[in-house]
């Protein structure tokens, strides 16, 4: 292991379901503090990769590695304590649990509580000073007690990022993060993922341009299971087979109007 | 619904005075009831508390419904009556009073053992898993008569050893106060439990098991632990159902006592930490009172349940806490009338309909009786159709009433939950 060894480093990683082959030899190497926004046409198996790294599916062949250490087997949980944290495309909350206890449980591993049944949860100053942090940088402080299935949408969407970051991990993979929001949300939005994300390794599955140039240094395109580019968005949007096979030709400049796919 | 105790520590004055009140019920509750069967029933009351509320661990709280928790609470019997014996026999030093503790230590063994196996899934596989384990502990219970005692069980004496201070479990009384300090004891340490972290992490993988396995847990530790501790506090009341009956038969292992534990939390109300022991309160009262009373117990028993999860999932506890909220707002006085209408209209459905249950039971069971019975201290005859025209009309009239109540009661509901809802919105925005 070297010291510079990738935040997160793909290496021939190939996922199938049945006979269909999904991911086909991605290759990729994502350096600690960079931003990069995954982007591809749909089907091009973007949240088929990021299941793959976090480890909710098994990978069919290659290698993963979390600063320089194999994660591919790894269970969701052990790739976690390594200090990796992904959130849902469809949120995935606690939904008969209040927002702070949302967040609380989100933090009590990663601050050494496990499963620990000798500790009153009150007394955890600790873990309750984070968990209000983290409420507060999420702009939930005022709806703390409400239970997360009554949130709106947005604040829903909100709480899925909180929950991801909440444990601290170094390298957070957002799956979508603004699906579903309007415009005037999702601005918003994209400013309050930057805040929380400070310092830290991110990549991000992002259909919206407007997002992908707002969030991300990198661009990494997928097309059919392949990393076909990965590089400055000035680079990616002038790259002839970028465009070829993904944007097209004529919608070469569609990131300037923020445009869709 | 769940009210969470925000800021506050682990003690505020309200829970003293909760907690407070909860130990002297159960100190006075014999002291007013004091035939003998009631302070029998009392102590069944308190075992089938620390049951009910160890089997929500897994329900309530953990979204986890097992089918065979019988199994713990009567595993923990049996090593309990045989610690018992030993302990009559002279070959072990202890204590009666820590018989139950042997128990709970039973019931923790076979919890780790077996739910090693049944924790591995979540959801609907788990519950079949239960159902299988349970099915397997009792026909094993056939099979060892050694151990389960074979049809006449196994019996003790739960006067053994030296007598601490002059008690000697001798009186029921005396086993009362026990059965109620591992009661007050119990329900407190499964009432911090919900409080630790495990405790809402279990909460956690209740709602959503695929989550906590990216925050850093594994899920099915988080069942196995609670799983055992659960398993820990069912052998706790199978020892103590041991010394109170000092016999033990293989049906507490059974299908049928595993079924009670879950109709009566569920009726109680597995959504809050107290409706189990609201549940269990009424299982005694059900298997002993309600049992003496009519023949076709089980059949009211069903029904009650049927209309409990059709239209108060969240049990009798639920009903409480809504009331409960309404109130806290002084919207309660509304509600009166309406509610006094919904209860005697029901009331004379249920009389109709119960009549006309009696009859037919009787027709079936006390046939050599004569067609004359006594329901209720109305002579009813089972031949005869002004009996049973009588009973219909009832019904019929009941249902009529009862509906025309609901009809006008589901609008006035609605109204003060909305009123209530957006007195709670002008609360946050002053706030």
Known sequence: MTAAAPAIELRDVRKSFGRTEIIRGANLAVQPGERVAVIGPNGAGKSTLFNLISGRFGSSGGEILLHGQRIDGLKPYEINRLGLARSFQVSNLFTRLSAFENIRCSVLWSMGYKYSFWHFLADLDDVNRRAEDVLGMIRLDRRRDVLAMNLTYAEQRALEIGITIAGGASVILLDEPTAGMSKSETSNFVSLIREVTVGKTLLTVEHDMGVVFGLADKIAVLVYGEVIAFDEPEAVRTNPRVQEAYLGSAHADAGAQSGGH | ?431
């Not at chain 2, 019988?70 to 204590?95: D, E, T």
């Not at chain 2, 239960?130 to 003790?156: D, H, K, Q, R, Y």
């Not at chain 2, 004496?157 to 029921?172: D, E, K, L, S």
């Not at chain 2, 009786?369 to 201290?377: I, N, S, T, V």
């Open chain 2, 1 to 431: 619904m769940r009210s969470v105790a925000g800021t506050s520590r682990s003690f505020n004055r309200g829970r003293w005075l909760v907690w407070g009140g909860y130990a002297l019920l159960m100190l006075l509750a014999p002291l007013v009831f004091t035939s003998s069967l009631s302070t029998t029933m009392l102590s069944q009351m308190g075992i089938s508390i620390i049951a009910c509320l160890a089997f929500n661990m897994l329900l309530g709280q953990g979204g986890m419904l097992s089918f065979g928790h019988a199994v713990y609470s009567g595993l923990g019997s049996f090593i309990a009556i045989h610690a018992l014996n030993r302990v009559s026999g002279g070959s072990l030093a202890l204590p009666v009073s820590l018989i139950p503790l042997v128990g709970g230590l039973g019931g923790l063994f076979f919890a780790a053992l077996l739910g090693y196996v049944t924790t591995k899934k979540a959801g609907t596989p788990f519950a079949m898993i239960t159902l299988g384990v349970g099915e397997l502990v009792a026909a094993m219970s056939l099979m060892f008569p050694g151990f389960f005692g074979g049809e006449g069980g196994i019996t003790g004496n739960r006067v053994a050893g030296q007598p601490f201070f002059g008690i000697t479990f001798g009186p029921q009384l005396q086993l009362y106060y026990l059965i109620a300090i591992y009661t007050f004891v119990c329900t407190a340490l499964m009432f911090a439990f919900t409080r630790t972290p495990l405790g809402r992490m279990l909460n956690a993988s209740r709602d959503n098991p695929e989550r906590i396995e990216f925050v850093g847990y594994n899920t099915r530790y988080v069942r196995y632990i609670a799983f055992m501790a659960s398993g820990f506090f069912m052998g706790i009341a199978g020892g103590l159902s041991a010394l109170n009956f000092e016999i033990v038969t293989s049906e507490v292992v059974g299908a049928a006592r595993s079924g009670a534990y879950l109709l009566f939390t569920f009726l109680g109300g597995a959504v809050f930490f107290f409706g189990p022991i609201i549940g269990a309160v009424l299982l005694v009262l059900a298997l002993v009172l309600l049992s003496e009373l009519t023949q076709a117990w089980l059949l009211y028993l069903g029904l009650v349940f049927t209309f409990m999860v059709m239209f108060a999932p969240g049990g009798i506890a639920s009903l409480i806490m809504m009331n409960l909220r309404v109130a806290s707002f002084g919207k309660l006085r509304q509600l009166l009338w309406p509610y006094l209408m919904l209860l005697l209209s029901a009331l004379v459905a249920l009389a109709g309909a119960s009549a006309m249950i009696e009859m037919v039971y009787h027709l079936q069971l006390n046939k050599v009786l004569g067609p004359e019975l006594k329901f209720a201290g109305v002579p009813l005859n089972a031949m005869s159709w002004s009996s049973w025209l009588g009973a219909g009309v009832l019904l019929g009239v009941g249902v009529l009433l009862f509906e025309l109540a609901r009809r006008r009661f589901m609008p006035l509901w609605g109204r003060i939950q909305e009123e209530i809802e957006s007195e709670i919105q002008r609360r946050e925005a002053r706030a």
